[in-house]
């Protein structure tokens, strides 16, 4: 059974670091994996989505990366934003292309 | 990217009463639609996967007779709480795939329902 785990969960930056957090997978069979940001009370938009056979992604400041074969990825902010502040979870499919699979998230707070 | 919109966005009700949530696919026709259940400060947990024109997939431990899933067109999937009691308050999130499967999902924007 596919489990995920986000590290940290939760991180405060003041405005304009560069950040990076971490997922990781227990099966590494996996069809996709994807990132998404959830305001408090809100439902998720998806951020960036990597496809089994792609390394990376990028949109915008966001970049994130994916390494199979260690069940391991990472989502990359730039120059982060008071307007950052959300959580952002991973997910992966439990198997193949079936449902996917949630970690908790980390809470981020970007600080002005 | 494509649109998953659910109606209400927020109800409240009383206990021992039924609450229909509604999913829609918006700009594309959804074959799989799934629902998760959300607690204050936890993830998303799978409730069950629903097939246009087939019976629902519960997961384990959910009540497939109290929480009622239709999936009868390629658009729309509707959640229903029977009897609702008021451990069954929490946020209700429906996503969907794209017909043309990218295995990409996309989320609807939740539904909060609170059992008085």
């Known amino acids: 059974k596919q489990e995920v785990t986000q590290i940290p969960a939760a991180l405060s930056v003041p405005e304009g670091e560069n950040l990076v957090l971490n997922c990781s997978f227990t099966?590494?069979?996996?069809?996709?994996l994807q990132w998404f940001r959830q305001d408090p009370g809100k439902g998720l938009t998806s951020l960036l989505l990597i496809q089994s056979s792609q390394r990376e992604q990028t949109s915008g400041r966001l970049n994130a990366s994916l390494d199979k074969s260690s069940g391991r990825s990472t989502l990359y902010i730039a120059a982060s934003q008071p307007g950052d502040s959300a959580t952002y979870l991973c997910a992966v499919p439990n198997s193949g292309n079936t449902p996917l699979v949630f970690g908790k998230g980390t809470r981020l707070s970007v600080i002005a | 990217g494509a649109v998953v919109s659910q109606h209400p966005s927020r109800v409240i009700c009383k206990s021992g009463t039924s609450v229909k949530i509604e999913c829609r696919s918006l700009?594309?026709?959804?074959?799989?639609m799934f629902w998760y259940r959300q607690f204050p400060k936890q993830s998303l947990m799978l409730m069950a996967t629903s097939n246009e024109g087939s019976k629902a997939t519960y997961e384990q431990g959910v009540e497939k007779d109290k929480f009622l899933i239709n999936h009868a067109s390629l658009t729309l999937s509707t959640l229903t709480v029977t009897s609702a009691h008021p451990e069954d308050s929490s946020f209700y999130i429906c996503?969907?795939?794209?017909?043309?499967?990218?295995?990409?999902?996309?989320f609807g924007e939740g539904s909060r329902l609170t059992v008085l």
């Open positions: 099966d590494s069979a996996i069809y996709n």
């Open positions: 700009d594309f026709q959804a074959t799989t």
């Open positions: 996503s969907a795939r794209d017909r043309v499967d990218t295995g990409e999902l996309f």
